[in-house]
Every structure is written in C-alpha cells, then in structure tokens.
T-cell receptor, first 113, second 113 residues
Framework: DTGVSQNPRHKITKRGQNVTFRCDPISEHNRLYWYRQTLGQGPEFLTYFQNEAQLEKSRLLSDRFSAERPKGSFSTLEIQRTEQGDSAMYLC???????????FGQGTRLTVV | DQQVKQNSPSLSVQEGRISILNCDYTNSMFDYFLWYKKYPAEGPTFLISISSIKDKNEDGRFTVFLNKSAKHLSLHIVPSQPGDSAVYFCAASYVEGADGLTFGKGTHLIIQP
C-alpha cells in the first residue's frame, strides 16, 4: 500500500465545464475526507465519509459540488459548471476510526481558465 | 472568521537550534490538536497531536505544548535540521476522530545552515 492516491495530479479546464477527481484511500481506512487549499491558506474541510456514508458537509460545498464513495473504498469529487474561484488544490485524506491523524494524498491541482 | 491562527507566515532558524512554531485558537470547543508538515507539491504529513487532557506530548525531536486557558499551542523542534524546512500547519478538531479538521494558514519554517 503506497498511501493515499489522487488522480489526476493536475487538471486545467474551461469555465463552465464539469470535472471529476478520484481518491483512493489507504486500504482498511474507513474514513475519507476532502479538503480544498488555495494559495496562502491552510486546507479547508469540504466533506467526509465513514465507509460509504457521507456524514458531514461544509458550507463551502456548494450545490455544484458532489462527492461519492459508492462502495466505501475510492471516492470521487465532481464539480459542475466550474468557475474561476474553484481553482485550488483539492486534497483527499483517509484515517482509521477513531484516529484523527489523517494521511493526505498529494492533491489534484485544478485550474479553471 | 479564522478559528485557528498562525500569526507568523515565516520563521528562519539556524540549523541545530530550537524552532518554535506558535498557534492560537478561538473556539473553546476544540478538543484535539494536530501539527502537519508540508513540502511543496506534496500533501500534508501528520507530525504530532495532543488531546486537551494533556499539556505536553513528545515524539523524538518534536514536542507539542498546549495551554488551554490561553488557547495556545506550540510546536518545538530541537535540534532543527535542514530537512525540517517546510510549511507547518496547526489543525484542530472538536473530538478526536470525529470530523474534519480546521487548519491555520501555516508557517513557513526555513532552517539555515
């Protein structure tokens, strides 16, 4: 197991297009988190899953954002009708309950032009 | 409003000396605190954590101190090494393992030879 894996590493898209990112957590980790990080800021919590159940969503997660974890393993984060303000690094993390020492992936850098 | 504050955007320390990174929080409901380290183009890496029932936690060269009454925590690195040059994020959560983390903006630590 090589840790949390995120794909793609980089994504450039035109405003208005839809994008989808994938996260493969560390196997056996039942918690999976999505964060967003913009320049000069720390990661901001978006949402998290316990197995396949989405348990919490931040107010940052507008209705253009949707996340799934259908079988409790990998997760996808989709952004519909992208806007320039969506440009950021999207980070995925996973952890074993009840530990808070989540392990992060390398992130997907989204640029909306 | 920022609930976790790291007021020093950068800190320069000589190799071999002690590095002290500070973090303040405003939400008294936070119960669990973590430090993450981040190199460029990588995701954050967990370093050390502390529960609010403790005031100190040590792991090798890293020690975290928590002052609940002052809502302040600090990370001490001694002795500082060149590989410690990175951005350090302070993070907090309400209950260990319960939900997403609230991060500070980070402090860029530069270890000078």
């Amino acid at each position: 197991d090589t840790g949390v894996s995120q794909n793609p590493r980089h994504k450039i898209t035109k405003r208005g297009q839809n994008v989808t990112f994938r996260c493969d957590p560390i196997s056996e980790h039942n918690r999976l988190y999505w964060y967003r990080q913009t320049l000069g800021q720390g990661p901001e919590f978006l949402t998290y899953f316990q197995n396949e159940a989405q348990l919490e969503k931040s107010r940052l997660l507008s209705d253009r954002f949707s996340a799934e974890r259908p079988k409790g393993s990998f997760s996808t984060l989709e952004i519909q009708r992208t806007e320039q303000g969506d440009s950021a690094m999207y980070l995925c993390a996973s952890s074993l309950q009840p530990s808070s020492s989540a392990f992060f992936g390398q992130g997907t850098r989204l640029t909306v032009v | 409003d920022q609930q976790v504050k790291q007021n020093s955007p950068s800190l320069s320390v000589q190799e071999g000396r002690i590095s002290i990174l500070n973090c303040d929080y405003t939400n008294s409901m936070f119960d669990y605190f973590l430090w993450y380290k981040k190199y460029p183009a990588e995701g954050p890496t967990f370093l050390i954590s502390i529960s609010s029932i403790k005031d100190k936690n040590e792991d090798g060269r890293f020690t975290v101190f928590l002052n609940k009454s002052a809502k302040h925590l600090s990370l001490h690195i001694v002795p500082s090494q060149p590989g410690d040059s990175a951005v350090y994020f302070c993070a907090a959560s309400y209950v260990e393992g319960a939900d997403g983390l609230t991060f500070g903006k980070g402090t860029h630590l530069i270890i000078q030879p």
